[in-house]
């Protein structure tokens, strides 16, 4: 394919800030100044194009970027950090600010979603081991031709019709994850997944495989399509292209997935207008809706498949694990507010949004754990265990029980002051049993 050429040196200047601006131009020189050739790649250029901000300064160098690195890093006041064997590293700058430096590369699979074998090579090879047409395109940052678009796949052509085309037919049997990074960058721009591009991707589906280095790649691709803007169409768009069997075989997306997901949707906004400081985990929070018709070991077989921490797969289980039983309980037609706590206490955040989305049916039960949310789990008591302690009562199982039973008497409105509080603990310091 004929690489086409232009220069982008006004819209660089125009677009970017002074800072990027002032590091590319820097990057450039030092280049020169070692006989190599320095080029900005990847999503930065895309967004360029788009006219998105861009912060990750992903710079090529057709030379020893590791030598390159440390010369910029000078230049630069910066450090080097990261280096690996495949000739990356990571220049970082005062103010935490980083600038991701590669060697020109190319790569052969010697079978499908191996670890690539890689060679020093030139931009134009190093730019065909990407994922899409829209993200291997390069600009060239030396001074003579700073500015000169490097586009061999019509990476621009591309961004203008807003499509996601593959670059080659092995792509997605090479490596799988880009299935997944298909879905979300056409999800985030909102492009089409070109036909021929889709046909790889059912055909990759049905012969992917993933062993245990790509699984955990395969984890972090979900995680950022469910941190997108709309990761409900981005859901939909996998089911439609066979990809959810890769979370689960069992996980099916009908219409009861379709339901708890857009009612997802809406207690995330609901909640993100009243509570805006809180920053739940939205990702952790849509993986667990995906899973919520597994039963409970098979759901923590697959939060240990993908590698989730242990507390992520804790969240994940207690958003599934007897939650029916607790959505009956909230639906009784009397509770107190303690009973409401009583239940919904031991729950993270997000698993109290995936519980919330799963009451949406009901009216009553909905409102109980907004209530939760959005004021009984604020509620603490003004006493304390060295109060407790001074009351000649020594720290033990009871001291929490009754500062429990204190907390609950206050949820329920009875205890309004520090002075209630302590009377109440006073009474039933002699009326708790000392055995938990
Ligand atoms: P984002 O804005 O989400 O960071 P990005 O394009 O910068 O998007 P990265 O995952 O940071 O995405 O990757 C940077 C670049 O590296 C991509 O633009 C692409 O050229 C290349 N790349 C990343 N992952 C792959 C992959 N699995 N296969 C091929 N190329 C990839």
């Known amino acids: 394919m004929k690489t086409r050429s232009r220069n982008l040196k006004a819209l660089i200047e125009e677009k970017t800030s002074h800072r990027v601006l002032r590091i590319v131009s820097v990057a450039g020189e030092v280049a020169q100044e070692m006989d190599y050739s320095a080029y900005l790649v990847g999503g930065v250029v895309r967004d360029l194009f788009l006219g998105v901000e861009n912060l990750d300064v992903d710079i090529t160098v057709e030379g020893d970027g590791i030598a390159f690195a440390k010369k910029l890093a000078e230049h630069l006041s910066g450090r080097v950090k990261g280096i690996t064997r495949f000739g ?24 499908p979603a191996a670890l690539p074998i890689v060679e020093a090579s030139s931009i134009r090879e190093d730019q065909f081991r990407r994922d899409f047409t829209i993200n291997a395109m ?33 792509s997605f049997i090479d490596d799988p994850t880009r299935i997944f990074r298909a879905v979300r960058f056409s999800e985030r721009y909102q492009f089409k997944i070109d036909e021929w591009t889709k046909k790889l991707i059912k055909q990759a589906t049905d012969l992917a495989m993933f062993d245990e280095l790509t699984i955990e ?24 292209l066979h990809e959810l069997k890769f979370i689960h075989p069992r996980i099916k997306f009908n219409k009861q997935l379709r339901k708890l997901l857009g009612n997802l949707k809406e207690v995330l906004n609901w909640f993100r207008s009243s509570l805006p400081k809180e920053k739940p985990s939205q990702w952790l929070i849509y993986f667990s809706a995906l899973l919520h018709k597994l039963t409970v ?39 107190s507010p303690s009973q409401i706590y009583c239940q919904l206490e031991k729950l993270s955040l997000e698993s109290l949004l995936v519980v919330m989305a799963r009451a949406r049916a009901s009216r009553i039960v909905s409102e109980r754990v907004s209530l939760y949310l959005r004021e ?61």
């Open 297 to 335: 070991k098979e759901a923590r077989a697959t939060c240990q498949r993908f590698h989730l921490s242990r507390k992520d797969e804790e969240k994940v289980i207690r958003s599934k694990e007897g939650i029916s039983r607790k959505l009956r309980h909230l639906g009784k037609e009397k509770l």
């Open 217 to 240: 790649r395969v984890r972090d691709e979900l995680v950022l399509i469910f941190s997108e803007k709309n990761p409900v169409r981005a859901i939909k768009k996998m089911a439609e």
């Open 88 to 111: 990356t590293a990571i220049v970082t700058l005062r103010g935490g600010f980083k600038v991701d430096v590669a060697t020109a590369r190319q790569e052969y699979y010697e079978r």
């Open 138 to 170: 390069a600009i060239k940052l030396n001074p003579g031709e700073f500015g000169k678009l490097i586009d061999s796949f019509g990476g621009e052509r591309d961004l203008k019709k807003g499509v996601v085309r593959a670059l080659h037919d092995g």
């Open 376 to 436: 009984l789990r604020q509620v603490k008591l003004k006493v304390t265990g060295d109060d407790l302690k001074e009351l000649g009562l020594k720290p033990g199982p009871r001291f929490a029980k009754i500062l429990k039973k204190a907390l609950y008497a206050k949820l329920d409105g009875s205890l309004k002051t520090k002075r209630d509080e302590l009377n109440y603990v006073k009474m039933n310091i002699s009326k708790t049993p000392s055995k938990a």
